[in-house]
């Protein structure tokens, strides 16, 4: 059973950067595509940014650039910078698959863009 470890949430400034990252276990990690997801209060879960396997990447317009998404496949860890934070950006920020079914939510790491 697939296990998703979220880190390197906290409060920033507006304009603002962080690096989340998203440890993986249990699984063959550089087959799937992964994603990253956030959900504010309120507000359901959105796809802020997905990575293929072979490194293709999109994002949601509200990120654009602004967020990159990348993967260590050897590390099983994908990786999100986040710059130019705004306070629209406050959430939790999840991983997980990027396609097909989800696994299991990991705990999320908690992101406040607040002065």
């Known amino acids: 059973q697939v296990q998703f470890v979220e880190s390197g949430g906290g409060l920033v400034q507006p304009g603002g950067s962080l690096r989340l990252s998203c440890a993986a276990s249990?699984?063959?990690?550089?087959?799937?595509?992964m994603g990253w997801y956030r959900q504010a209060p309120g507000k359901q879960r959105e796809l802020v940014a997905r990575?293929?396997?072979?490194?293709?990447?999109n994002y949601a317009d509200s990120v654009k650039g602004r967020f990159t998404i990348s993967r260590d496949n050897a590390k099983k860890t994908v990786y999100l910078q986040m710059n130019s934070l705004k306070p629209e950006d406050t959430a939790v920020y999840y991983c997980?698959?990027?396609?097909?079914?989800?696994?299991?939510w990991g705990q999320g790491t908690q992101v406040t863009v607040s002065s």
């Open positions: 249990g699984s063959i990690f550089s087959i799937y595509a």
């Open positions: 997980n698959y990027g396609s097909g079914s989800f696994g299991s």
């Open positions: 990575i293929t396997s072979g490194g293709s990447t």
